[in-house]
């Protein structure tokens, strides 16, 4: 029987076959950082990685190509999703991570699932692979990286509230669609996170 870390050698040679080359950097980039909060918050290091691994697999796909292959599937997409469908890859994805690479665990695919728009309420993993796809070493654009980076070995919750205050910021400067989950997960978040918010800032 297959090992889990041959399961994921496995598949990091199936991805580097089918994404491109900075696609698949950027996924072994966030499985590695998927790993090291798994050390951080004591959750399931190879569940964190090949979460984190996957997150991506169905970018190989352009987003008409992913909307036609979600209605051949019967992936219901939402009007945000269409309206948006950068995020879309991440409902396909899970999909794939269950049927194409056999991941069966719930919470992998759960993660997989929300790692764009977040959702209220995350688990643990999902929260893991999130801010890991914002915070791993190939990323540079942010303003904030540097405080959200050390930011998320401190508190999980905190991490979001900062990284989805910013997105929101973001989308409202360029106009951009925002999901309702993310208004729903920023909600979340910043009611979560005041009491701590307010007792930090005195």
Not at 2 to 14: S, V
Not at 139 to 163: C, F, G
Request: aromatic share 10%.
């Amino acid at each position: 029987m297959i090992t889990m870390n041959e399961q994921i050698i496995l598949f990091r040679r199936q991805l580097e076959s089918t994404l491109d080359p900075m696609r698949y950097e950027h996924s072994l980039s966030v499985s590695f950082t998927c790993a090291s909060l798994a050390m951080r918050y004591q959750y399931d290091l190879l569940n964190a990685e090949l979460a984190g691994l996957l997150h991506d697999c169905a970018k190989r796909y352009t987003d008409s190509q992913l909307i036609t292959r979600c209605k051949k599937h019967g992936l219901q997409l939402t009007d945000d999703e269409l309206r948006a469908p950068a995020v879309i890859h991440a409902r396909y994805g899970a999909w794939m991570a269950q049927y194409k690479f056999g991941i069966e665990d719930p919470e992998i695919l759960s993660a997989i699932r929300w790692h764009t728009t977040g959702k209220a309420n995350m688990s643990l993993l999902d929260k893991i692979l999130y801010i890991a796809d914002y915070i791993e070493p190939r990323r540079n654009k942010a303003s904030n990286l540097n405080q959200v980076r050390y930011l998320a070995y401190q508190d999980l919750d905190l991490t979001m509230y900062e990284i989805l205050a910013g997105t929101i910021q973001y989308l409202g400067k360029k106009k951009g669609h925002m999901d309702v989950m993310t208004k729903d997960a920023y909600h979340y978040y910043e009611t979560l996170t005041r009491p701590m918010r307010e007792k930090e800032n005195g």
